[in-house]
T-cell receptor, first 114, second 111 residues
């Protein structure tokens, strides 16, 4: 069974631009969660989507948004990029809602904002 | 507000010895705790977990201990192997869902 895939793996953008990251969960998994990893901050939860609905949201500004499609694939969008948005963005999938099920992580998208 | 803290950014141990990674939390409502391991250029992988109704869970070389009164958990790796060198994250969650991760501890196991 293929694992969680994320595209692109690396991305360089400039301040003020917007970016869209994509995550394809493991086949059969209906939940996708997004995390931001920065040095010293660990992994910080962005949001979780389950059956195309946002189920949980972290403490990030409205510039960070996401959506989930009927095939469970998810996208995350960051608008008006800031230097501090440079991070590794990880998505994780689980069969059911992330609360009760083990999450499997993808390799991440490394975003650099110049 | 960092609800889950890993106060040691790094740890170095000799192969064959015990590695002890520590994690503290502040929210007494957390009812489930997990450890993840992360290699460079890969996503975190689940390692071991423990429910708040237990104080110990063991899986092969990995044991997690939970001290609820101290709001502290630890991961013991015995014996440590060079392949264990990675970043270890502890995480906690409440029944409302989202995982709260610590900052991570980089473990280096020297041959």
């Amino acid at each position: 069974k293929a694992g969680v895939t994320q595209t692109p793996r690396y991305l360089i953008k400039t301040r003020g631009q917007q970016v869209t990251l994509s995550c394809s969960p493991i086949s059969g998994h209906r939940s996708v969660s997004w995390y931001q990893q920065t040095p010293g901050q660990g992994l910080q939860f962005l949001f979780e989507y389950f059956s195309e609905t946002q189920r949980n949201k972290g403490n990030f500004p409205g510039r960070f948004s996401g959506r989930q499609f009927s095939n469970s694939r998810s996208e995350m969008n960051v608008s008006t990029l800031e230097l501090g948005d440079s991070a590794l963005y990880l998505c994780a999938s689980s069969q059911g809602q992330a609360t009760y099920n083990e999450q499997f992580f993808g390799p991440g998208t490394r975003l650099t904002v110049l | 507000d960092q609800q889950v803290k890993q106060n040691s950014p790094s740890l170095s141990v000799q192969e064959g010895r015990i590695s002890i990674l520590n994690c503290d939390y502040t929210n007494s409502m957390f009812d489930y705790f997990l450890w993840y391991k992360k290699y460079p250029a890969e996503g975190p992988t689940f390692l071991i977990s423990i429910s708040s109704i237990k104080d110990k869970n063991e899986d092969g070389r990995f044991t997690v201990f939970l001290n609820k009164s101290a709001k502290h958990l630890s991961l013991h790796i015995v014996p440590s192997q060079p392949g264990d060198s990675a970043v270890y994250f502890c995480a906690a969650r409440r029944n409302t869902g989202k995982l709260i991760f610590g900052q991570g501890t980089t473990l280096q196991v020297k041959p």
